[in-house]
Nanobody
Framework: QVQLVESGGGLVQPGGSLRLSCAAS????????MGWFRQPPGKQRELVAT???????NYAISVKGRFTISRDNAKNTVYLQMDLLKPEDTAVYYC??????????????WGQGTQVTVSS
């Protein structure tokens, strides 16, 4: 069984920073793409950033230049450094990972979500 466990959310003032982490555990042979999504109140889930095994990253226009995605392949962990946070960044943040399991291939898994609130 594969689990993605997130940490690092919370309440922060506008202009502040937070760092989210998401660690994968369980039985698998590897992880391909990883990423972060978010769901603002009353809205649909949206892409924030993705990163390949080799470290190539992609960002939503709304966060480009403020957020940085990274990963530690040895720890099966993906991070999201969020700087210059704005109230509109308030959302539940979810990590996503395409986990490779023998005989199954790569399947997407989701974390449980962590709340990020940007408010003064």
């Amino acid at each position: 069984q594969v689990q993605l466990v997130e940490s690092g959310g919370g309440l922060v003032q506008p202009g502040g920073s937070l760092r989210l982490s998401c660690a994968a555990s369980g039985s698998f042979s590897g992880i391909s793409g990883m990423g972060w999504f978010r769901q603002p109140p009353g809205k649909q889930r949206e892409l924030v950033a993705t990163i390949t095994t080799g470290g190539s990253s992609n960002y939503a226009i709304s966060v480009k230049g403020r957020f940085t995605i990274s990963r530690d392949n040895a720890k099966n962990t993906v991070y999201l450094q969020m700087d210059l946070l704005k109230p509109e960044d308030t959302a539940v943040y979810y990590c996503n990972a395409h986990v490779i399991q023998d005989g199954i291939g790569a399947l997407p898994y989701w974390g449980q979500g962590t709340q990020v609130t940007v408010s003064s």
